[in-house]
């Protein structure tokens, strides 16, 4: 609305009333004083009042003539005076538009106001709005005797009018189009005046659901502002903000929004308006982006790839809520799921495989001769897809959020191959299958499923496809990697095996050094370590012998001036090697930043050097013992002449020099016959020792025993014959007598052939009778000595008390000795049977061991004996002579210890090239060095039988069972110390 100027009414009536009374006056009394003062004094009053006017007041007379004007008029038009405004335009038609002044005069003239909003103009020439209102002044009689206006500068108001109408045209404009939902609430009642366009499209309600109905009786609202306090709190706080709020449209679809509510005045009435913006596709754009963040860090990650797959796809389906993703990879000719979370084990059985089988079970192949892949899978694999279709993409992905209405479709309109429609029957509504792809190629598939309806869009197709082109580039620089690290290892194992240290060496500009790189030889060849040279070579310098340290920073300089190889032969000094020589080689490189870098290798050339001198003494030594050797050396052409002979082989052959021998034909001039020579060849080629006759310078016959041998060119070709030449002409000649001899010999050897053999016949008779009277002595012998026993024990008993006390010391000797001769006709019988009836085969000493120390459990604890037994071999021997090997060298050990020892005995083996050792040691009493070989004797004895009992057989069968088996038995001792018992048995 517009604000009108208040002018004062009673002003006016006034001066109307004062002129009547002034005519009135003037016409009774004018000549009286008091009268015209007492008008004067009221004129004053009035034009005092007329002066202090914020209001612009001017007057004129009945013709329009501008008489007076007070003083905000002069400040607004520029006018000093009303007489220069009648000056200069005539009075308020000056001010004025000839027009409007004209209307203005005729109707106040005809006894009409006039007031309205106009434009005028001030002295400068400044146009303003301005509103006025005019009216006539009259007489006593009612005549009008002039005009009166009063004037309102109302630019300003103006200008802020139309700012506001401006304002409301545009918000109601913002309103209408906004591209955000927009609420006006009754801040008192939270009844809604006013909802735009937007938020009824959005949420698919009309205006009139909306107006005068409460915020919180919208069912959209309802998890936001529940009830009416929700509400009043929001009338306290002013101010409401929800960053995502779901809400759900008309029919049921959720979509996210930002919901701000304010609070402020319109017009003195308190209104919230509510901003409701919304951001599905934001939330879906920050989803995609944290979900590409989350992909990316796991693909640059340094896990398995297997390991990233799988937590890319829980990735996935958890950020987006599907029932199941799953990623197929090529393996051979087929596409099987390489990883997958959300289907079940049913679904997998029969979908893991893509290959088209015939009814046979062989494999459908297609033009190409690839194997056909079925269903919609296949189809994508393929790149058989057809972009016309909506069911596909430009980039070959296939998706639908209605998969079951795929079930419908006509045979000439299904653009799947062979489908299976397995994925439908699950239940899966919405699904996507994207390719995945390295240079164009598909390599995989990704494949994400859910049972809810529009699961996707074209923006989250299209985003899913970007994810699949990512994984393809991924998988194959994993791959790479993959191939990357184990060229790596390879070349670290092959550095870590070359002899000596693989190094990178690095000089920069300011002559600080480093190892960047050196292999674990480092330490072998400086006694230092990688990681100790890898920021300062400084220590490898240390090593250096000071000798040589000049020559080889010299060298390093060169080197990194001219880029030329660095080769140098050094000498170190090592704290724990001492001095060693090494030798590096290297090329160099110049680096960004003016250091160069040097890729070698040093190893340890001592060895060599000690090798070179060493075959420089060699050489010499061999020139020396070629010179003073009493046996001839040559050195010849295949073609017959001499490179090389010694003095030896000139004087053999009677020549007076070596120039004389060199000069003669070999072939000619040295053989008897062409045919020696053809002999000796043969058998050198044979690495046989030829034996010839050789001519010497005065052509008589020299026998000599040549050894020789060939070099040869890399052709194959022989370059030389090298050989010793030993004159054996005496014993050619002492060979001839021997021959003679032999023949006598052979007869001589054939008669004694037919002794032996006479004698062996007798050897086996004896033998034979040997073993019968072992036999009978065994037992025709064991009888009496049990009947002297017997009788013993019955006079001891018949006789006890009865005899006095020599008597019962000869019953004991008889019985001891009776029982000490019933051992050794055992023994002797049980000596006499080794390896008779013995199967050689394999055993395993290690059980042998075990079950000797079982029968020797008492002795064993009754002694307190410790046994050390290490790994034993098995090996082929006769079982039973074994464990009587091992029982007797075991019991030996317990045995024979000084008293209160604790016997403490380790039985070991040790291979050998043909044999086993064993060794059984003890910490027994020891044996004297003059008894070593007698103790193996049979029946020999080293102490009392009071002091240790036995019958001095048992070391003799350990002796013959060694021997049975091919092998030597001995013993090392030290006297007070110990014993060790060794024995060989062959492998073989």
């Not at 006390?805 to 029982?819: M, P, T, V």
Request: contains cysteine.
């Amino acid at each position: 609305m517009t604000d009108q100027p208040q002018f004062n009414g009673d002003l006016q009536k006034e001066l109307t009333a004062l002129w009547k009374e002034y005519d009135a006056l003037k016409a009774s009394c004018e000549n009286e004083l008091a009268i015209r003062r007492e008008v004067e004094e009221k004129l004053l009053f009035i034009n005092t009042a007329i002066e202090s006017s914020s209001e612009a007041i001017g007057i004129s007379d009945a013709l329009g003539r501008h008489f007076y004007q007070n003083k905000a008029f002069s400040d607004l038009f520029g006018y000093a005076s009303a007489e220069e405004l009648q000056a200069a335009g005539g009075g308020p038609g000056g001010i004025y538009d000839p027009g409007v002044a004209k209307e203005m005069f005729s109707n106040i003239m005809n006894g009409k106001p006039w007031s309205g909003e106009l434009e005028m103009v001030t002295k400068s020439g400044r146009v303003f709005k301005a509103y006025e209102r005019a009216d006539a002044i009259k007489d006593g009689k009612g005549k009008i005797v002039g005009l009166i206006g009063i004037i309102k500068d109302i630019t300003e108001r103006k200008k802020i009018e139309e700012t506001l109408t401006i304002s409301e045209t545009r918000y109601r404009r913002l309103f209408e189009t906004a591209k955000d939902g927009i609420v006006i609430l009754d801040a008192a009642t939270g009844m809604i005046m006013d909802v735009n366009p937007f938020l009824t499209d959005i949420l698919g309600y009309s205006k009139d659901q909306f107006i005068e109905k409460a915020i919180w009786e919208l069912g959209f609202f309802k998890d936001i502002v529940a009830n009416r306090d929700n509400f009043l709190e929001l009338q306290q706080n002013e101010y409401i903000r929800y960053d995502n709020l779901p809400l759900e449209t008309f029919d049921g679809r959720k979509i996210n929004v930002e919901f701000i509510s304010n609070v402020y005045q319109v017009n003195s009435h308190k209104v919230i308006q509510c901003n409701i913006r919304v951001i599905t596709e934001r939330i879906e754009a920050e989803t995609r982006i944290n979900l590409s963040g989350k992909i990316l860090g796991l693909l640059n990650s340094d896990k398995s790839f297997s390991e990233i797959l799988h937590e890319v796809i829980n990735q996935v389906r958890n950020d987006y809520r599907f029932d199941a993703v799953g990623i197929r990879i090529q393996s051979g000719d087929d596409y099987p799921y390489y990883c997958q979370t959300g289907f079940d084990e049913d679904f997998l059985k029969t979908e893991n495989t893509l290959i088209e089988r015939t009814l046979l079970g062989g494999v459908c192949k297609d033009k190409n001769g690839k194997p056909c892949l079925e269903c919609t899978c296949g189809l994508v694999i393929r790149g058989k897809t057809d972009s016309a279709n909506p069911l596909f993409t430009e980039h070959g992905s296939f998706w639908t959020n209605d998969s079951p209405a795929l079930l419908g479709l006509a045979a000439d309109q299904e653009p799947r191959h062979n489908p299976r429609n397995r994925c439908i029957h699950e239940g899966y509504k919405s699904f996507a299958l994207i390719p995945i792809r390295h240079n164009q190629e598909i390599i995989g598939l990704l494949q994400i499923n859910d049972r809810e309806k529009d699961c996707f869009t074209p923006i989250l197709v299209k985003y899913f496809e970007t994810i699949g082109e990512t994984i393809g580039v991924a998988l194959m620089r994993k791959q790479a990697e993959d191939a990357l690290k184990l060229n790596h290892q390879l070349l670290f194992n092959l550095t870590e095996q070359v002899p000596g240290v693989v190094y990178q060496y690095r000089l920069f500009p300011d002559g600080r050094s480093c190892f960047p790189y050196s292999s674990s030889g480092m330490y072998e060849i400086f006694e230092v370590t990688s990681d100790e040279v890898r920021e300062d070579a400084s220590l490898v310098f240390a090593r250096i012998h000071p000798d040589d340290l000049q020559r080889f920073q010299e060298l390093i300089t060169e080197s990194a001036r001219t880029l030329q190889h660095f080769l140098c032969e050094f000498r170190v000094v090592l704290p724990g090697k001492g001095l060693r020589w090494q030798y590096s080689d290297a090329v160099p490189h110049r680096m960004d930043d003016g250091s160069t870098l040097w890729h070698g290798i040093i190893y340890d050339n001592t060895d060599r050097k000690h090798s070179e001198k060493a075959l420089t003494e060699s050489e010499n030594l061999y020139r020396n013992l070629v010179e003073t050797s009493l046996d001839g050396v040559y050195k010849s052409t295949h073609t017959g002449r001499f490179v090389e002979v010694n003095p030896a082989l000139v004087k053999m052959l009677g020549y007076e020099s070596k120039e004389a021998l060199m000069a003669i034909d070999i072939k000619t001039q040295l053989y008897f016959e062409p045919a020696d020579r053809e002999s000796l060849i043969e058998q050198e080629l044979l690495e046989e020792t030829g034996v010839y006759r050789l001519r010497k310078k005065d052509g008589s016959e020299l026998w000599v025993e040549d050894h020789a041998w060939y070099d040869f060119d890399e052709n194959g070709e022989i370059l030389y014959h090298e050989g010793i030449i030993r004159d054996i002409t005496d014993r050619k000649l002492a060979e001839d007598k021997i021959h003679l001899l032999n023949e006598t010999l052979e007869v001589r050897i054939a008669e004694r052939t037919k002794q032996l053999e006479t004698i062996n016949k007798q050897l086996e008779f004896q033998m034979s009778e040997l073993e019968q009277f072992a036999y009978v002595s065994n037992h025709d012998l064991q009888e009496p000595l049990r009947t002297l026993v017997q009788f013993t024990e019955l006079i001891r008993e018949n006789y006890s008390g009865k005899l006095d006390e020599d008597g019962n010391k000869y019953i004991d000797f008889i019985s001891r000795s009776a029982a000490r001769m019933n051992l050794l006709v055992k023994d002797l019988f049980d000596y006499s049977l080794l390896g008779k009836e013995s199967i050689y085969t394999l055993v395993d000493c290690n059980k042998i061991v075990n079950e000797v120390l079982i029968d020797l459990d008492d002795a064993i604890k009754g002694s307190n004996s410790k046994v050390v037994v290490q790994e034993l071999p098995s090996i082929h021997s006769y079982e039973t002579e074994l464990r009587l090997l091992f029982q007797n060298l075991i019991s030996n050990a317990i045995k024979y210890q000084k008293p209160g020892n604790v016997p403490e005995i380790t039985i070991a083996a040790e291979s050998r090239d043909k044999e086993w050792l064993f060794k059984i040691s003890d910490n027994g009493i020891g044996i004297d060095e003059k008894h070593k070989d007698k103790i193996f004797i049979i029946f020999q004895r080293l102490h009392n039988r009071d002091e240790y009992q036995g019958t001095g057989i048992g070391l003799a069968h350990c002796k013959k069972v060694v021997e049975l088996h091919g092998g030597k038995i001995w013993v090392e001792s030290t006297p007070g110390i110990g014993s060790v018992f060794m024995f060989t048995i062959p492998k073989n």
